[in-house]
């Protein structure tokens, strides 16, 4: 296993860096510079911001942000991705700590680290793609909603001692405090959005949440120290903030506690491996290049197990930071690392300066967040598709802000799987042909059977089209009542069944043997060779016999003629 562990490593990391060497120069460096160090600055309020909401000190999403956001363009499969606390972690994150503590979130999400690299050393990369869109439309427009609920306390300044965790009565809680609403907070939370939104339009390379959080935190200081303005609380009056690089810390574990979290440890891989492969796929749009799933999960999970060892939090690629890290001139890794020097930089030096932001103002900050989060045109989209659509978005939406995203992927992707094999049963169509058989469709047609055949007497010819799994089988059934008359041999066309599963032989095996019981022999026709090994793996040629198999409908319908006559 490590040799097969070490070998794939090897074969995913050295085309990187090879890449990286053979097209480097010094304009590129100059690019991948500049384009670092504007990431870097996008991404210090956010980390902070992201941190706080999540139930953590500051310090901690930028620990997140300079050591994943090194390990992700390091290690990842993406040469312009850019790793970090996101928030899409500040619902699962804050559920883990109060449920769980510090020490359990710190556990959980080193298991999560491992299950990214298992699904990247297993080649499972591909398979993250095939969740079903509504169900990453509602999620994401859930968590949207959840991180915009969990701010309206700081955003409007209220003094409510304990919110309640659950949504509604979150919202019962702020509607009866409305009385306790602070002027001064709320304006100040209301000004860092406009700040924001209006900054978006006119800076295009300076963020608008480092606009707002500069320009608050001075008219905040100044209303303090001259207007005596005492209400207004910042981030020191809530945190003790330290600019101290932490000792890498290995958390005890037991069976126990691995046993307890490995729920919270799947759903953080999962929207770890959802998140960082839809932004690099988002990525390679955009810059013309095709990242590699398998080792952007590596470095995912790499980045997941180093992270906590240093007090961090959950981190995966960052769709916003990993554009800005393009549209200015970023295109390889380097970029990505010397946006974590930088932020190395900002919390040696001033980190201490953090203490004076208004919570009010990260409040505003994320309420930008999660609008550009909610994806409310995709979620309008959305609802424009079929009703099995319709209900798996809606069923994740609603149980993302009632309960847990956990709940929300599990019930949304038994749903959508249910929804799915419903669909596919009603494409299987079986159908009985009277009287004669056109040869002149399809397959026939390479025989050059430009005819029909008379079906003779005593013979039934049916047809499936579509995979042949449950449902089909009392498709027979109802369709053989309608005929009084017993025949002395069926036909069954399966020149249209791509594949047949566990559920299609049992019900092809009952209705064999039911004819059989009757008197009636069964005769296949046209069996795909795929389908054919599967038969004859079960038994089926002792069942109905070699040369009851046919592999065209012609000599399916001499084999029912020999058996009538005999």
Known sequence: ?????????????????????????????????MAGIIVGIVALPLAIAFAIASGVSPEKGIITAVVAGFVISA????????????????????????????????????MAGVFLILLGVLKLGTIIKYIPYPIIVGFTAGIAVTIFTTQIKDLLGMRIDN??????????????????????SAGIGIASIVIIVLSQRVLKKIPGSLVAIILVTVVVLLLKEYAGVTTIETIGDRFDISSTLPSATVPALSWDTIKMLVGPAITIAVLGAIESLLSATVADGVIGDNHHSNT???????????????GGIPATGAIARTMTNI???????????????????????????????????LAGVLVVVSYGMSGWRSFIAVMHNPKSDIT??????????????????????????????????????????????????????????????????????????????????????????????????????MRKVPFIDSTGLHNLENLCKMSQHDGITIVLSGVVPKVESVLKNNGFNQLLGEENICNHIDIALARAQLIIKN
């Not at 296993?1 to 460096?29: C, E, W």
């Not at 020097?341 to 208004?358: D, E, H, K, N, Q």
């Open 75 to 110: 290690f990842g499969g993406s040469k312009v991705q850019i790793g970090g606390p996101t928030g899409a972690f500040i619902v699962i994150v804050a559920g883990i700590i109060e449920q769980y503590g510090i020490q359990g979130l710190t556990v959980a999400t080193l």
């Open 392 to 493: 798996v978005l809606l069923l994740t939406f609603f149980l993302t802000i009632i309960f847990d995203l956990t709940i929300a992927i599990e019930v949304g992707l038994l749903c959508a799987c249910l929804l799915f094999m419903r669909r596919m049963a009603e494409t299987t169509e079986v159908r009985a042909i009277l009287d004669e058989i056109d040869l002149n469709e399809d397959a026939d047609m390479e025989r050059g059977n430009l005819e029909h055949l008379t079906i003779p007497e005593g013979v039934e010819v049916y047809e499936i089209n579509g995979p042949y799994f449950f449902g089909a089988g009392n498709r027979f059934e109802d369709i053989m009542a309608r005929y009084g008359k017993r025949p002395k041999v069926r036909i069954i066309r």
């Open 296 to 310: 952007e999960l590596i470095g995912q999970g790499m980045a997941n197990i180093v992270s906590p060892l240093f």
């Open 163 to 184: 919110v309640p965790a659950d949504f509604i009565e979150k919202w019962g809680a702020y509607f009866s405090h409305l009385g306790d609403i602070d002027p001064w």
């Open 1 to 33: 296993m490590n040799k097969t562990i070490s070998g794939h490593l090897q074969d995913v990391f050295r085309p990187k860096l090879a890449s990286v060497i053979k097209n480097y120069d010094r304009k590129t460096f100059a690019a991948d510079a």
């Open 327 to 361: 549209k200015n001139g970023g295109r390889t890794p380097i970029a990505g690392i010397i946006h974590a020097g930088v932020l190395m930089l900002i919390f040696l030096f001033l980190m201490p300066l953090a203490r004076y932001i208004p919570m009010a103002c």
